[in-house]
């Protein structure tokens, strides 16, 4: 299933769920009717290893319905990485506003670095366009500074019109 998922990586998640549907939705219903059938003690390591994929069957399951979601969480656990690194200094945030200031940062930082950019440079470029947008601004020019909607320049954000 990872290797399938690894040669898959760079299509688009239409594509990828495509391939999903031909030819790992086959394989994942080869795995649980083993699981199913598979004779182990419950207390052994396989049978506990078997007894836990059960119990996610239906997250794993999920994966067939959609191209853009990954087969596992490494990801996501490698950005929670930063949180639990970052917890002792949370600690000082002095007060729930400032530990909602802490969120907001860290949350605008992860989603530059998952977009590809450079979150400091990022953030630079966009509290100066930011500062340049008029008091009502227009949805069209706010979501054109989400850090999906950056063309991958040194300065982007401000070559946005």
């Known amino acids: 299933m990872f ?11 239409v594509e990828r769920f495509n391939k999903r549907q031909q030819e790992l939705k086959s394989l994942i219903e080869r795995f649980w009717k083993w699981c199913d059938q598979v004779d182990t003690l419950p207390k052994g390591q396989l049978g ?3 007894a836990y994929a059960q119990g996610q069957r239906t997250a794993l399951n999920r994966v067939l319905d959609y191209g853009e979601i990954d087969l596992s969480n490494n990801a996501s656990e ?4 930063t949180y639990v690194i970052g917890r002792k200094n949370w600690l000082f945030s002095t007060s729930p ?3 909602e200031a802490n969120t907001i940062w860290m949350t605008m930082i992860e ?3 998952a977009n590809g950019l450079d979150p400091v ?3 630079e470029d966009l509290l100066q366009k930011v500062s340049e947008l008029p008091t009502f601004a227009k949805n069209e020019q706010l979501e054109a500074c989400l850090p999906w909607n950056i ?10 019109a």
């Open 78 to 81: 490698r950005n929670m990485k």
């Open 151 to 160: 063309v991958h320049s040194p300065s982007a954000i401000q070559n946005l």
């Open 48 to 50: 506990k290893a078997i």
């Open 97 to 99: 506003k400032g530990a």
């Open 3 to 13: 290797e399938l998922e690894r040669e898959w990586k760079y299509l688009s998640s």
């Open 111 to 113: 989603t530059a670095k």
């Open 121 to 123: 440079q990022y953030l």
